[in-house]
Structure formats: C-alpha cells, structure tokens
C-alpha cells in the first residue's frame, strides 16, 4: 500500500508482492520487460500479453508505473534453442487501482475501456533499462529535479518540455548532451563551469 497524489488528489494504492524479485530495481521513468494481464473488478479480461513486452514507465498508467518500481527484475535470462526465453527469480505482484490512478476519463484510443473504470493488473518484471526518454545522456530519474518521483512537473527551462522530454534543458541553445561529460564506461559528470551550485545543463547563463 502507498499514497500517489493526482491532480491534487491523494489516492492510496494496493499492491500484492508475490514475490519481490531478485534483480535491478526500476525507476519510476524506467524501461521495463514485463508479462501482464489487465482486469475490470469482475475479472474480465481487457488487456494481456504472455509474451515479454517492452514498457516505458513513463507511458502506463500511474497506478501500474507506481507498482512495478516496488519489485524487481529477473537475476538471469537465458534463451532455448526454440527461440524463447528464461528468466530466474524475477518479481511477481498484482496491483488494484481506482480509476485516478488508471486510464480516468482517458482510455487508450480504440479500447473498450469504459470511463471512470477500476482496474487490476497481474504482472511479472523481467529486465529494467534505465529511462532516457529525450537522449540527452541524463537519466530520467536523475533529471526529476525536485525529488518528487513525478516526471511530468520538472521543466528547468520553462518552455513546456518537462525535463526529460527535453533536449536542452535550460533552451540556452546548446544541447544538454554537450553540457554533461560521459566517460569510456559510461559513467556521467555534470560540470559546473561558475561553481554556482547549478550544473551547467540545468544553467542558461553557464
């Protein structure tokens, strides 16, 4: 059980950790491999898919991205010579979801998902991708300024591209990519040329 609040509305959301996994944990704006069924409160099906499939945490609804980053992925994958895969110790967990947290008054387009429908999820984690939704070089989690594990309400620069949708991040006409310094193993610095606390992706006059 944790709290999300939603447009000014605080929900609490219940989750069932099956198992919690034993792998890399996902952020928030994380990519995820997953296996899940989607339900209405009376068990019919709306939404499935056996096979692993790539989601971004950043594009599901708030109340499944608020679950899959309380369990983690598989220790190990392993391929059969019939093309399919195993995954060991992977997490297993369910989440049951008013419809603020679900798809509210927005369901996918050309779904039947009514309005205002409550919504359960089953679901096992695989692999986690760490999140870099604009290409930046900066993690997504990393560009969640102000700590709140939202991603939609950071933007530095003010332009109406949160931060990790955005390229350059503080529209000084140069590319957050060349503001930031990666290293042979990947590594990230973020220098700060006026040592005035700001680095300088995040810094117009930097």
């Not at 096979?51 to 971004?56: L, W």
């Not at 608020?66 to 994958?77: M, P």
């Not at 102000?146 to 950071?154: K, Q, S, Y």
């Amino acid at each position: 059980m944790k709290d999300r609040v939603t447009e000014g509305v605080e929900y609490t959301l219940y989750y069932l950790n099956a198992l919690e996994g034993e792998g890399e944990q996902p952020n928030f704006p994380d990519i995820t491999t997953i296996s899940y069924e989607g339900r209405y409160l009376d068990n019919e099906l709306f939404s499935a898919s056996v096979s692993p499939v790539k989601f971004d945490l950043t594009q599901v609804v708030n109340g499944l991205q608020d679950a899959l980053v309380e369990f983690k992925g598989a220790t190990s994958v392993s391929s059969n010579p019939d093309g399919t895969v195993n995954f060991e110790n992977y997490g297993v967990g369910a989440v049951f979801m008013q419809s603020g947290l679900g798809y509210y008054v927005n369901p996918p387009a050309g779904s039947n998902i009514p309005l205002y429908s409550e919504l359960i999820f089953t679901f096992q984690l695989y692999e986690v991708e760490t999140g870099d939704q604009d290409n930046d070089g900066v993690p997504s989690v990393v560009e969640d300024v102000n700590g709140n594990n939202i991603e939609e309400d950071d933007d530095t620069d003010g332009d109406g591209a949160a931060n990790y949708l955005d390229p350059d991040d503080d529209n000084d006409g140069r590319p957050t990519r060349d503001e930031i310094e990666i290293d042979a193993q990947g590594n990230i610095t973020y220098p700060d040329v006026d040592n005035d606390g700001v680095p300088d992706y995040l810094d117009r006059d930097s």
